[in-house]
């Protein structure tokens, strides 16, 4: 378990801090132990029996030994505040990093160990983000089994798990993942926001519909970013520094700080973060005559103030900020010169994101209560050359320039209660409710013009839509016989939709309206079973769903037919098996997955001829498929991770009012890919350390869209990036080099909705770049 600690912190300073710990097992005693102190401990599991508390002030030291005095087990201090439990006594130590498969994730509502989780989940803890380079969403893709993003450009991308793909553009269909900033979800079907990984403790993923504990829009599982919680025992902070430079491109910057504020000891403190970063353009526009054209700057920050209230009582406010800029996209057009598109207008892109989260929980004999709030606004704007399409909006033939300009405002208000058993024992269980309005407004024109003439509105839509809803749900976990253990949840829901348009075209057409109200409501079941084996192996079996509401369709040049003014919600089920499994002691971790999905009613976003978006059911469709982690740590000081998806899928039915033919797999995903990062840490003199890291990723082939007469292949490349890092317990230098092979593989065929189909749009890696930083803290 990896928790809120600020980068290069060691043991020097042995602080003393605050511990309340109540009489539970040692392992139990073991996760509050690491909360309360904000350290890392792992192999937990290796510490069995009934503990006896912890009440006092003591140095991390002393409250381990006094913890688990007693106990069939001892520990370990290791580097970066870490602490190994050990089946039996030893002193403190320098070792290696414990494996991964003891973190414990939280993401499901309850902190539980990795490798007891009936599920397949990934974890990316704060030290190997920063080991790696890893800065945003993209940079995690390589290291989680299954997991693939579209690539429009920042803030415009789809995370996409397990081969699940209702398609790969952005439009009125709920996000197939659920994106969440600690407790609370941050998107709904607006695209990831692409908040840059700074100041982070870990990132959580869990495949596999999550429709039981999270609701819709966690179709194929749920992706989760932990921040860094303040310290209340100790004054921290830290300041990196970067520079890149492009082959063939304009240089990068980027700059991100942290300060933690003890405001009093053990019992208040405040945790800001912020950062600012220039990717600069490796794109040109012949038309325009400009180079560097695609850059992007963004910028943010976050603040966290934590108390505890007494009694058991804590509370937590947060507040997340952060702006992105596009100049304009990152796609070419295939024949023209490399690297270089020809564009008359520049499609900018912007992204304002911001957070509120108020978080107040309470623990008690019998369990913990926690309620999460949060606001959520999320404003985008998008800008497209039109002139592509212009005959379907104008007949002059003088009109040649077309700008098509997109606003989109979401506003989301959350409340998420829950209520969570204590102990160990026999019978666990979870009850929550969670209750969320969220309101979109999205303005749409399109304008043209003539050489040296005004622009004039040919097309404009005014769209609101107000989704409500209210979901109760629970779950229950219990032993049916040593060694054998069994789950149960279910969530019951209820949205209310309603949308409100405007459709505005050219004298004398008159406006089109639509006000329409919906309400869906239904049952997301889950039910697992789990064997834990005395060598600490676990095989387990998973039955769980995930779903998504309907909507209507409103925009284009013509009214849309009765059979596509309303899409209707879809439905996957998943049936799992599993197992993770570790060989010559910690040497080898394995954690596998087969699974076999169902979707029902597939909803997706796609566009008309005319440019503009609708959403359709394009059918049902199965899906197989087998991920697998592997972790090999062949010698001291060296890890391997592998990890792998191999998936097909078949469209089984199709939808006569999208289409008479589609081709038969799902797009925008590949059937196979494959993730590969190595480590070595060398120990110098001193407190000095080198590290070396290494990591490749391939991309399967893919296709873009269900249409087989408009579906170009994209992916089929390699992409890797080399590290080397010599650090202190109080500074680090990082040197990365990113694309090293300098590929230019297709990324994305897509680009521009105005001109899909009559030219091929390619997406170029970013060319090969190296990266120099400079870190301190204290």
Request: charged share 20%.
């Amino acid at each position: 378990m990896a928790l809120g600690l600020p980068p290069l912190a060691g043991w020097a300073d042995a602080p003393q801090y605050g511990f309340a710990i109540k009489a539970k097992s040692f392992s139990e005693e073991l996760v509050d132990f690491a909360i309360q102190a904000n350290i890392t401990i792992g192999g937990m599991s290796a510490c069995t029996g009934q503990g006896h508390g912890l009440e006092g002030r003591f140095t991390l030291e002393a409250g381990l030994r006094q913890l688990l005095e007693g106990a069939p087990c001892g520990f370990a201090l290791l580097p970066d505040r870490t602490v190994q439990i050990t089946a039996a006594t030893a002193a403190a130590h320098t070792a290696p990093e414990p494996e991964l498969s003891e973190i414990v994730i939280t993401a499901t509502k309850r902190s539980v160990l990795a490798d007891r989780l009936p599920a397949a989940v990934s974890i990316i803890t704060g030290d190997q983000l920063l080991n790696h380079s890893d800065f945003d969403v993209t940079d995690t893709v390589g290291q989680i089994s299954g997991m693939s993003m579209t690539n429009l450009g920042p803030g415009r991308d789809k995370i996409l798990l397990r081969g699940l793909s209702d398609g790969t553009f952005t439009g009125r269909t709920q996000s197939t993942v659920g994106t969440y900033l600690d407790d609370l979800p941050i998107n709904y079907n607006a695209p990831d926001p692409d908040l840059r990984l700074t100041d982070v403790d870990s990132v959580e993923v869990v495949r596999g519909p999550q429709g039981a504990l999270y609701g819709g829009g966690s179709l194929s599982g749920i992706y989760r970013i932990v921040t860094r919680k303040p310290d209340m025992t100790r004054y921290a902070g830290n300041l990196t520094v970067s520079d890149s430079v492009t082959k063939n491109a304009a240089g990068s910057h980027s700059a991100e700080g942290m300060l933690n504020l003890p405001l009093v000891t053990d019992q208040a403190a405040l945790r800001v973060a912020g950062y600012g970063e220039l990717d600069g353009g490796y794109l040109g526009n012949s038309d325009l005559k400009q180079s560097d054209v695609d850059r992007t700057d963004r910028y943010g920050g976050r603040a966290t103030f934590d108390a505890k209230l007494g009694d058991g009582w804590k509370i937590s406010l947060g507040e997340t900020l952060q702006e992105l800029n596009s100049a304009d996209a990152q796609y070419t057009v295939m024949g023209g010169a490399h690297l270089t598109r020809a564009n008359r207008v520049a499609e900018t892109q912007r992204s304002d994101f911001s957070q509120t989260a108020l978080t107040v929980s309470e623990s008690t004999d019998w369990g913990r209560l926690e309620s999460s709030t949060g606001y959520v606004h999320h404003a985008l704007s998008n800008r497209y050359d039109a002139s592509a399409a212009l005959s379907l909006f104008d007949d002059n033939d003088s009109n040649d320039l077309g700008v098509y300009d997109e606003q989109i405002r979401i506003d989301m208000l959350v409340e998420d209660l829950v209520a969570t058993s204590s102990g160990d024992g026999p019978f666990l269980w979870l009850a929550g409710i969670f209750g969320s309005t969220t309101r979109e407004k999205t303005v749409s024109i399109l304008r043209i013009s003539s050489p040296g003439g005004p622009p004039s509105q040919r097309y404009r839509e005014d769209r609101t839509d107000q989704w409500n809803e209210l979901a109760p749900y629970g779950e229950v976990d219990f032993e049916l016989a040593p060694g054998w253990n069994a789950s149960a949840g279910l969530r019951y829901f209820l949205t209310n939709l309603t949308t409100d348009s405007q459709v505005t075209l050219a004298p004398p057409t008159p406006d089109r309206l639509l006000q329409a109200k919906a309400d869906y409501r239904g049952w997301a079941p889950k039910v697992s079973l789990q064997h834990d084996f005395a060598s600490g192996d676990m095989a387990y079996g998973l039955v769980s769903e995930g779903y998504r509401a309907g909507g209507f369709n409103a925009g284009g040049l013509a009214a849309p037919l009765p059979s596509r003014v309303t899409f209707a919600p879809d439905r996957l089920t998943n049936y799992e098996i599993g197992a993770k499994v570790k060989q010559f002691g910690p040497m080898v971790e394995i954690r596998s997955a087969l699974f076999c999905d169902i979707w029902g009613n597939i909803q997706t976003d796609q566009y008309l001829a005319s440019g503009l978006s609708y959403t359709a059911n394009v059918g049902d469709a199965r899906i197989l498929g087998l991920e697998n982690d592997i972790v090999v740590r062949p010698w001291d000081r060296v890890t391997v991770q592998v990890n792998a998806l191999f998936d097909t899928s078949k469209v089984t039915k199709i939808n006569p009012n999208f289409a008479t033919h589609v081709s038969s797999g799902l797009p925008g995903v590949p059937d196979e890919s494959v993730g590969i990062l190595t480590a070595y840490d060398l120990p110098l003199n001193g407190d000095l350390g080198l590290q070396l890291t290494a990591e490749f990723s391939y991309i399967g082939k893919s296709r873009l869209t269900f249409d087989p007469t408009q579906s170009p292949s994209m992916g089929g490349y390699v992409d890797g990036k080399l590290s080397a890092s010599l650090r202190s317990d109080s500074w680090r230098i990082t040197a990365l080099l990113s694309n090293p092979a300098n590929v230019s593989g297709d990324t994305f065929s897509f680009g521009n909705p105005f001109s899909f189909g009559q030219v091929r749009q390619v997406t170029p890696l970013r060319p090969r770049t190296f990266s120099l930083s400079l870190s301190a803290g204290f």
